[in-house]
């Protein structure tokens, strides 16, 4: 068997050809979530409130690049499954929510964090702080709960295709892949759970220990990848054969 043959059994299959209804649902919300980060952004009238807005740029682009990958995530699901069950529309429904939910918290969050590291302040003007004493915590838990909701309702789709896998003929690759799925997601949500008992505990004193502990995500998606890559690759041998 040549590599090109073994290849194109082990790739996963796209089960979804035209866009179904869901998916153009789903990417109406989705681009309405891209705009909400900006909708609240004025035109400049001057220079100087110009140069003010370009410096939140930073945390726009980290918002922009968390959804679109989202979104991709969410893309690649439907491409590989092509699922349209009401179960499906269910999940699909309550994740789309949490997005346009969790829109809000992202944008707060990296404003306030992109502009400390750039020290920008809040103008001695304001009648009320950005963030008070003692809510640092809270709002990192807020964050967190966003952060988990998202990657659980992925993990349950993902569940939900292997439950389906005989009705999807799914290949011993397939399947395997659509566990390491699961597994992954399960990694961002444990380390959500983490961040959130962080802020929870540790409350204000603590609440950038709750921050940094997306930092683990690094290296345990790394784990995991080659992880599961290596088994993986053993299942594809078997095809050599």
């Excluded at 702080?129 to 966003?146: F, S």
Aim: aromatic residues 16%.
């Amino acid at each position: 068997m040549t590599e090109k043959e073994i290849g194109k059994k082990t790739d996963f299959r796209w089960r979804g050809g035209e866009v179904l209804r869901i998916e153009g649902f789903s990417d109406a919300v989705f681009a309405f979530a891209l705009t909400l980060l900006v909708v609240s952004l004025e035109v400049p009238k001057t220079f100087n409130e110009l140069l003010v807005t370009m410096k939140g740029f930073g945390a726009f682009a980290i918002c922009f690049a968390l959804l679109t990958f989202l979104w991709y995530e969410h893309y690649k699901f439907f491409r590989r499954y092509g699922l349209n069950d009401l179960f499906t529309i269910t999940l699909n429904s309550i994740l789309l929510f949490v997005v346009l939910f969790y829109v809000y918290p992202l944008k707060f969050v990296f404003t306030l964090v992109v502009g400390q590291v750039l020290a920008i302040g809040p103008s001695n003007n304001l009648v009320q702080p950005v963030i008070e004493p003692g809510q640092a915590g809270l709002m990192m838990a807020v964050y967190g709960i966003g952060y988990l909701a998202v990657y659980l309702l992925f993990t349950f789709l993902y569940f939900h295709a292997l439950q389906k896998k005989e009705d999807l003929e799914l290949s011993a690759v397939e399947i395997y892949d659509t566990l390491s799925s699961i597994s992954g997601n399960l990694v961002h949500v444990s380390v959500a759970i983490i961040s959130i008992f962080v802020a929870i505990i540790g409350g204000e004193r603590f609440s950038a220990w709750a921050g940094l502990t997306y930092f683990l995500l690094g290296p345990a998606l790394s784990i995991h990848g080659m992880v599961r890559g290596r088994g993986r690759r053993k299942l594809e041998l078997e095809f050599e054969q």
